[in-house]
């Protein structure tokens, strides 16, 4: 079978072969695409994760266990495994898609692997696409620090402050641009201490914040 | 045991009737309590509806079934299905919780249904978290009318108009009021043909339109 390789590295064999193929059909192929398959293996995946977390980290938050699940499906986390799957070579593409480049754009990647994962669990149930997941998890699993993953940039810039002793920082609105459904806000990050002032960009306060406190731990650590 | 009752409405024994116990103990009341089961049980529902839905609409495309999932989790069907079950009679709260009448507050019975969820799972694996998932939404996948509740209120509108030849409505953004980070947006909506204007009132301009599309609609549909 054309999958061979493929299935060897995900350690599944497909009882119906067709659904790993439809998995790997983008939509711009024709019909049946993976659309529908990644929807379904979005919330496999999900909750595979959930429910590794929970059971590793039994003393966190949900806040925190919430953060590390959003950093492990997120879409670049997901290209990422796609890619070491070398999925961008069997994904079924329009003419367009494949002229531009899709095999390598993240989204469809990402999208690929979500609906493999959709479609083993069509093929053989959930407890088989959990074990699949973990599998292909495992070298991401291991890697993560609940310490900084789990924590959103001001939370990280502030422990790092207290532990060197200094003032909190401080955020400033210095600009709000659009029109009131899209805005977009300009914010600075003021650490006293450090003398450091860094600006930060977003479509609301609160991500522009982050988006100044990630520059501002940058340069406090860089220092 | 306390919860025979509830245990025989969920269908389901616990082997650990602690979790069960932990599931029902607002934060408000101490530890261990049920927000880390919440972030399981809400990731356990998702997967079990997607798959469910997935199954019985074998033609709807993503976005239909995303919004009929989205549907049937979201906190206030939740609640609906917490208050069937009387969890609030059997929720752990603080007293400030008590006084102030959280054992009825929609959040905090969904927040428990999720929990009891989660701790089926914990207990005894996801089919029998899924088993228990699809006998409690039975009456609402029943019910289901996908035509209708996978769509969200502008695009019914507008397919209602449509089907009777009419104008499409129009959407005007009356009043934007409060600071930027908590705006509240004031639509009106307009059917020039059946001489409607209904308002409408949300945090985004999107969401004050959807509900004028709510009320346009009942006006249009109950002349």
Same mark, same amino acid.
């Given at each position: 079978?054309?999958?061979?390789?493929?299935?060897?590295?995900?350690?599944?064999?497909?009882?119906?072969p067709?659904?790993?193929?439809?998995?790997?059909?983008h939509?711009?192929?024709?019909?049946?695409?993976n659309e529908?398959?990644e929807?379904?293996?979005?919330?496999?995946?999900?909750c595979?994760?959930?429910?590794?977390? #929970?059971q590793?980290?039994?003393?966190?938050?949900e806040?925190?266990?919430?953060?590390?699940?959003?950093a492990?499906v997120?879409?670049?986390?997901?290209a990422?495994?796609?890619?070491?799957?070398?999925?961008?070579?069997?994904?079924?593409?329009?003419?367009?898609?494949?002229?531009?480049g899709?095999?390598?754009?993240?989204?469809?990647?990402?999208?690929?692997?979500?609906?493999?994962?959709?479609?083993? #669990?069509?093929?053989?149930?959930?407890?088989?696409?959990?074990?699949m997941?973990?599998?292909?998890?495992?070298p991401?699993?291991?890697?993560?620090d609940?310490?900084?993953l789990?924590?959103d940039?001001?939370?990280?810039?502030?422990e790092?402050l207290?532990?060197?002793?200094?003032?909190?920082?401080?955020?400033e609105?210095?600009?709000?641009?659009?029109e009131?459904?899209?805005?977009?806000?300009?914010v600075?990050?003021?650490i006293?201490?450090?003398?450091?002032?860094s600006?930060?960009?977003g479509?609301?306060?609160?991500s522009?914040?982050q988006?100044?406190?990630v520059?501002? #731990?940058?340069a406090?650590t860089?220092d």
């Amino acid at each position: 079978m054309k999958y061979r390789a493929l299935c060897r590295q995900l350690g599944y064999e497909f009882t119906r072969p067709e659904l790993l193929r439809q998995a790997l059909t983008h939509r711009s192929h024709g019909s049946p695409n993976n659309e529908r398959l990644e929807f379904l293996g979005d919330s496999v995946l999900n909750c595979a994760i959930a429910a590794r977390l #929970y059971q590793t980290y039994p003393r966190l938050p949900e806040g925190d266990l919430s953060r590390m699940r959003a950093a492990l499906v997120k879409e670049q986390t997901l290209a990422e495994v796609a890619s070491g799957l070398k999925l961008g070579e069997m994904l079924m593409l329009g003419e367009g898609e494949l002229k531009s480049g899709g095999f390598r754009r993240p989204s469809i990647l990402a999208d690929a692997l979500e609906a493999i994962i959709g479609a083993v #669990y069509l093929d053989a149930g959930f407890v088989a696409a959990e074990g699949m997941i973990l599998a292909l998890y495992e070298p991401l699993l291991q890697d993560l620090d609940p310490k900084t993953l789990a924590k959103d940039p001001k939370t990280q810039l502030q422990e790092y402050l207290q532990s060197r002793k200094l003032a909190l920082p401080q955020y400033e609105v210095l600009a709000i641009r659009g029109e009131a459904h899209e805005q977009e806000f300009e914010v600075e990050c003021i650490i006293p201490g450090l003398n450091i002032r860094s600006l930060g960009e977003g479509h609301s306060r609160r991500s522009a914040e982050q988006n100044a406190a990630v520059a501002a #731990y940058q340069a406090a650590t860089h220092d």
